[in-house]
């Protein structure tokens, strides 16, 4: 079994679960730090394992394919090994890309031709070779080939272009399903819901893909324009459809808020790069709200960065420290930030999942959020 | 007592010591990783005490006193505690910014102007207001200021500038022996030998210090632009006038095997960017030779970055792996091979300290050599 629900919240729809990999259990639900080239931006493995507690991480395929390559890739016996990450991975397909990189690609029914962002190199993605380059990757989950609508889409292309996905989808699941596990473990395949910001076009393409019978499902084109209430009512839109036994990854989501909102609609996976960017931009979360450590009011504030942090940079730096680093722009303020945040991510996942099987999740959720959410 | 001389080698100059500080012993001889702005480039102070196993460590003055300033490290209670550093540290004067920042000051006898590199503000340093930003800073051994003499400098303009770093010398003690140890601990002032490339300057300097009976003392305006070989004579015709119960810094040097030369003829202490510069550029040391991993001929080397090396990070990554993130100029990989050099130096002066102290130090340092200095 992939997925296993071990608890469903009394007075919402969170679920706490485990997914199981040839790479070792996720408990769910979990957020998943980004690291798009291979690394998730200046934090040391070490570090990701033991300090952030990072169970999953993720990979980008279009990153991964400029650079290392897919020859090198597969040459080392996979990402886990080419990055020495032996917990699982998962790897975003280039859909995102489709739309991030709009003024870089030209799409057809066919696939997708990019210009790398590096050095224009013509790429060409279809719903086929990146099935074969997510299986070089080797990914323990694998996303389909998607176009992520722009949440500003208008009805006519936000159903053309859920269209197409689902059309993409089939081509990549007869490919997935065609092709072998390249090294010794299982790949799961996750289709992607799009339809905008449109009721009928999520409920249809969520109707679609649960008839599939897939291990796991992800939503799209969330968190990409379009306003914050649309998102979370997209999400109660396509969850009710979802089959309840698998797994659902909220792509792209986002803030600590809308993560603990989202868990209460059903979503079991996160990942962003919010905690890395912002981070090295001086912002951090934590329980008592978010702080931008290039303020003057940290100048001399000799206390510990986070004393409620889980993470040794909490203690071992202060906000003066810190503050100090940011404007100096040194590497090592970019460091801690980044870290601190990642592992306050996921000590926030961690602590909803304890709240989840201790069914107080509803409350104690309207308990901390008012603190979450405020500037300090 | 500050410094007691535990070994010297039968076959030439080189000397295992102690230095003794209230922020504990620094073991000679030895090689403090250089933290500029409060921070060794990109790693941790975690990892400089349990991975690099850094004894002690440097600020700059001129770095320092731009960001954060005096103010906030004395409302701090001084550099160690705003940088959460309980070891050793030493500063140097901005004596070294003289020399590298020409066109940004002008010198008189009264002290050098300085426009800020950063914002342009202005700053005057004399020898009295450098003792009392060192004082504030903290350090617990500081270095008088002056000029560090360019290694192509004429010997007339040697001469003068020698005489002038003298005379900025004598005020810097009387200001220093007249002033407080601010955080209650001991501080010691270094006077810095200067005279460029020429043998009577550096016996005329190294004489007058000397006789000044400090606790340390300093070579300086050493590679700085004169061939190597005069460096090592320098070394030589100064060493053979500094008292033998005192520590001898040898200010900013070097390579690998410009330490160990060094070391040869009776240097105790090394500060360098080298490892961390170097490190950011993608070269790195080894007991092998040096690698440049940049080079396409890492890039399906899929075996640990530095089988020998002592740093976690020698372990943990491959040298594809740091070489794709080098490419990919990601931060990881600075950190990575800044953490590797400066674990490799201080690896490599303790194991010159073993030895010196074994009674081998000559025929080991002849045997090791030639595989440093290769590249690889």
Redesign the interface.
């Known amino acids: 079994m992939f997925f296993s629900l071990s608890h469903t919240d009394a007075d919402s729809w969170a679920r706490a679960g485990v997914i199981h990999t040839d790479h070792g259990d996720i408990l769910t639900p979990i957020f998943m730090p980004v690291g798009t080239?291979?690394?998730?931006?200046?934090?040391?493995?070490?570090d990701l394992r033991n300090d952030i507690k990072a169970q999953i991480i993720l990979g980008n395929t279009y990153h991964l394919l400029l650079?290392?390559g897919t020859a090198?890739l597969h040459?080392?016996g996979g990402l886990h090994?080419?990055?020495?990450w032996d917990r699982p991975i998962l790897t975003d397909s280039g859909g995102y890309q489709v739309f991030s990189l709009t003024s870089l690609r030209k799409m057809t029914e066919e696939g997708v031709h990019f210009s790398s962002h590096i050095d224009g190199r013509k790429l060409f993605f279809t719903p086929e070779n990146v099935m074969d380059i997510e299986r070089e990757i080797g990914a323990d989950i694998v996303m389909a080939f998607d176009e992520c609508t722009p949440g500003t889409a208008d009805y006519q292309y936000a159903k053309l272009s859920m269209e197409r996905t689902n059309r993409w989808l089939d081509r990549c699941i007869r490919q997935f399903d065609d092709t072998e596990d390249l090294y010794g473990y299982r790949q799961h395949l996750f289709p992607i819901v799009q339809g905008c910001v449109y009721t009928d076009l999520r409920q249809e393409a969520a109707k679609r893909l649960r008839d599939l019978d897939r291990d796991g499902y992800a939503i799209g084109g969330l968190a990409v324009g379009e306003p914050e209430e649309k998102m979370y009512e997209m999400i109660e839109v396509v969850n009710e459809i979802l089959p309840k036994d698998k797994p659902r990854y909220l792509m792209g989501v986002g803030t600590p808020w809308n993560i603990l909102n989202a868990i209460e609609r059903g979503v079991d996976m996160f990942d962003c790069v919010m905690p890395t960017r912002n981070g090295r931009n001086g912002m951090i979360f934590t329980w008592n709200g978010v702080m931008n450590m290039r303020n003057k009011k940290w100048?001399?504030d000799?206390s510990p960065l986070d004393p409620s942090g889980t993470s040794?940079?909490d203690h071992?730096?202060?906000r003066?420290?810190v503050r100090?680093?940011i404007?100096?722009e040194?590497?090592?303020g970019?460091?801690?930030l980044s870290e601190h945040n990642l592992a306050f991510y996921l000590e926030l996942v961690r602590t909803a999942r304890e709240h989840i099987i201790a069914g107080d999740y509803t409350s104690w959720k309207a308990s901390v959020m008012p603190q979450l959410m405020q500037r300090l």
Do not use: N, Q, S
Not at 37 to 46: D, L, M, Q, W
Not at 81 to 84: A, D, I, N, P, V
């Open positions: 080239v291979a690394t998730v931006k200046g934090i040391h493995f070490r650079r290392p090198i040459k080392a090994k080419f990055e020495g100048e001399d000799f040794f940079v071992d730096y202060t003066a420290y100090h680093l404007h100096a040194e590497m090592l970019l460091e801690i």
